[in-house]
């Protein structure tokens, strides 16, 4: 059984390797930095703007509805609220389940209307 070779070159100068500037820890450093800054500036506008209301919905929580308010709120269970509502000489009872969301009026004395 023969063994194949493989001549061999003396001159052979092997792989040739790029002869370039290194990379330096520095130079990425500083792209991940631009974009970390990009990236905080792009929350703070949106942020911005979601307080401005300019996204429509709901208006922010620190601008509350003019003469709404809640008078009373109680935690029914986990997943159950019920708050009791007052707008102008109304009073109104919600209440929030997972189930759905209920509005009910309520008379002066705190009963349901018929």
Do not use: N
């Amino acid at each position: 059984m023969s063994v194949p070779t493989v001549p061999v070159s003396s001159s052979s100068t092997g792989i040739p390797f790029g002869q370039g500037p290194q990379p330096t820890v520095g130079g990425s450093f500083g792209g991940m930095a631009v974009a970390i800054v990009l990236l905080a500036l792009a929350y703070l506008a949106l942020w911005y703007l979601r307080r401005r209301g300019v996204f429509g919905g709901v208006p922010s929580v620190s601008s509350p509805t003019a003469g709404m308010t809640v008078e009373q709120r109680l935690r029914v269970s986990p997943t159950c609220m019920a708050f009791v509502l007052k707008d102008a000489d109304r009073r109104m009872l919600l209440v929030e389940s997972r189930h759905g969301v209920h509005l009910h009026a309520l008379g002066p004395d705190g009963e349901g209307r018929p």
